[in-house]
T-cell receptor, first 113, second 117 residues
Framework: SQQGEEDPQALSIQEGENATMNCSYK?????LQWYRQNSGRGLVHLIL?????REKHSGRLRVTLDTSKKSSSLLITASRAADTASYFC?????????????FGTGTRLTIIP | DTGVSQNPRHKITKRGQNVTFRCDPI?????LYWYRQTLGQGPEFLTY????????KSRLLSDRFSAERPKGSFSTLEIQRTEQGDSAMYLC???????????????FGEGSWLTVV
């Protein structure tokens, strides 16, 4: 079963604009990670945020985590055509370390040149 | 760093046939994972190994599925008597040992697409 739900399911924006995706999850977590997947390809790790962190940056990416609301957001600034992909959040359980990641259903992002 | 390698990348098989996928993890990674992903969904956990020991299996892994990692290096995932519902992408991933409550990145391969006709 899917732990997380990404919102929106699909997002189309103009190149150069910022894209924000949200993820909600159901149970306590150790860490939350965001992955990108180009069509028909494997997943590429983007960023990891620990449960005791509230915000993290990596290049054009900004991730926030609100454990009280069991939600996270991924912001991609100054979007580029190459950012077109599906984005997934993934959580692990305190009971399992990160042996098992539980993924959301993903947000499909389209950047219009 | 050669990354996680999976083969074959694509497999079309007739219903009832057996198929096997191979995964070569990143060489220094002792943990190896198998996930399954269907169209429009996120990956779902199937099983994972630490070295050669299979430590957890999902309920998704029916008795037609078997995974092995005989020498703690590469792994195989075999599906016997394939059904149309097995059509999916099978993703392999690997990671280094983790410490309690510190995150560790899991690296995915490009996946193996299975189509059962």
């Amino acid at each position: 079963s899917q732990q997380g739900e990404e919102d929106p399911q699909a997002l189309s924006i103009q190149e150069g604009e910022n894209a924000t995706m949200n993820c909600s999850y159901k149970t306590s977590i150790n860490n939350l990670q965001w992955y990108r997947q180009n069509s028909g390809r494997g997943l590429v790790h983007l960023i990891l945020i620990r449960s005791n962190e509230r915000e993290k940056h990596s290049g054009r990416l900004r991730v926030t985590l609100d454990t009280s609301k069991k939600s996270s957001s991924l912001l991609i600034t100054a979007s580029r055509a190459a950012d077109t992909a599906s984005y997934f959040c993934a959580t692990d359980s305190p009971n399992f370390g990160n042996e098992k990641l539980t993924f959301g259903t993903g947000t499909r992002l389209t950047i219009i040149p | 760093d050669t990354g996680v390698s999976q083969n074959p990348r694509h497999k079309i098989t007739k219903r009832g046939q057996n198929v096997t996928f191979r995964c070569d993890p990143i060489s220094e990674h002792n943990r190896l994972y198998w996930y399954r992903q269907t169209l429009g969904q996120g990956p779902e956990f199937l099983t994972y190994f630490q070295n050669e020991a299979q430590l957890e299996k999902s309920r998704l892994l029916s008795d037609r599925f078997s995974a092995e990692r005989p020498k703690g290096s590469f792994s195989t995932l075999e599906i016997q008597r394939t059904e149309q519902g097995d059509s999916a992408m099978y993703l392999c991933a690997s990671s280094s040992p983790i410490k309690f409550r510190t995150g560790n990145t899991i690296y995915f391969g490009e996946g193996s697409w299975l189509t059962v006709v």
